[in-house]
Nanobody
Framework: QVQLVESGGGLVQAGGSLRLSCAAS????????MGWYRQAPGKQRDMVAIISSGGTKYADSVKGRFTISRDNAKNTVYLQMNSLKPEDTAVYYCNLVQRTNAYWGQGTQVTVSS
């Protein structure tokens, strides 16, 4: 079993920055993909950024503003969010995929005021 615990969400003004963290614990394999997704009210959950040994991938809407990174020794993934916009407001979920299993965190709210 795998547990994901997110932190770092909050309220910020447009143009500001936030850093999200997600710590994974449990039966973690060395080969996996970790990432961040977000879901705004009334909308589907969309990929924001993912990271694996093969590299990173970003949604077009966050390229150049968000940076995903990971500390494998701590099984932790980060999302540095800069130049935040009101449309970035959503619940952000951490995700880990290993073998055929996908795991989700409980989500952390990010609210960007105009």
């Amino acid at each position: 079993q795998v547990q994901l615990v997110e932190s770092g969400g909050g309220l910020v003004q447009a143009g500001g920055s936030l850093r999200l963290s997600c710590a994974a614990s449990g039966n973690i394999f060395s080969i996996n993909v970790m990432g961040w997704y977000r879901q705004a009210p009334g909308k589907q959950r969309d990929m924001v950024a993912i990271i694996s040994s093969g590299g990173t991938k970003y949604a077009d809407s966050v390229k150049g503003r968000f940076t995903i990174s990971r500390d494998n020794a701590k099984n932790t993934v980060y999302l540095q969010m800069n130049s935040l916009k009101p449309e970035d407001t959503a619940v952000y979920y951490c995700n880990l995929v290993q073998r055929t299993n996908a795991y989700w965190g409980q989500g952390t709210q990010v609210t960007v005021s105009s």
